[in-house]
């Protein structure tokens, strides 16, 4: 992890100097991580509305066009960042269905996330960590799989998961945005997490 927090650092300065092989390699290393936080986000329903490599294409093209206005930390800020305009860009993709007299706001919910701290992936021991979303997407395969998975789960697990699991928030910051206790979330996130993966296991 620090050889690519390292290499991603690397990338990022020369990117905001104007390198454009740079940009390249940014926008090889990270396409795929952004697939899935926009696709996760989308949901089943929105996902058959919206075309989602579209919207990982501008969430990319959006943030290495606006590394000037990014300060460089390590790889979470990087990954908070890329995450934070993915939200936007489902968001606007949203009001132009809606402008469009499409409006599927009423169908789907689309989940409310904040600023995210901490990098990387949470790691969650026992039984279920083969089948949790950080294993799967490191591995790259049943990505599919998964997405079935999290489509079958409750929304305030769903939301759980992806808070804590894919974006990487701590417990404190979670129960901050939920209203609840760091042990609630812990809950929470728990339950999620077995639910997931029987969901996972089932199809």
């Known amino acids: 992890m620090c050889t690519f927090s390292h290499k991603t650092r690397h990338l990022v300065i020369l990117a905001k100097n104007g390198d454009e092989s740079a940009l390249n390699q940014l926008y090889r290393v990270y396409a795929e991580r952004v697939r899935w936080m926009v696709r996760l ?23 290495l066009s606006g590394l000037d206005d990014f300060t460089y930390k390590d790889e979470g800020d990087f990954v908070r960042w890329l995450s934070k305009i993915a939200e936007n860009e489902i968001r606007g993709s949203l009001k132009k269905l809606h402008a469009d007299k499409r409006d599927i706001r009423k169908e789907v919910r689309l989940y409310n996330y904040g600023p995210i701290t901490g990098g990387g992936f949470v790691r969650t021991p026992g039984p279920i960590e083969a089948t949790t979303p950080s294993v799967i997407m ?15 789960l409750k929304p305030e697990y769903r939301e759980a998961i992806i808070l804590t699991k894919i974006e990487g928030l701590s417990y404190e910051k979670v129960a901050t945005r939920l209203d609840k206790s760091p042990d609630a979330v812990r809950m929470l996130a728990t339950r999620a997490m077995v639910s997931l993966a029987a969901a996972f296991r089932s199809i």
Not at 41 to 63: F, N, P
Not at 138 to 152: F, G, I, P, V, W
């Open 138 to 152: 490191s591995r790259k395969e049943d990505l599919a799989k998964l997405e079935k998975a999290m489509d079958e």
């Open 41 to 63: 986000r989308m949901g089943r329903e929105l996902r058959s509305k919206l075309e989602s490599m579209d919207l990982v294409q501008d969430t990319l093209i959006h943030a």
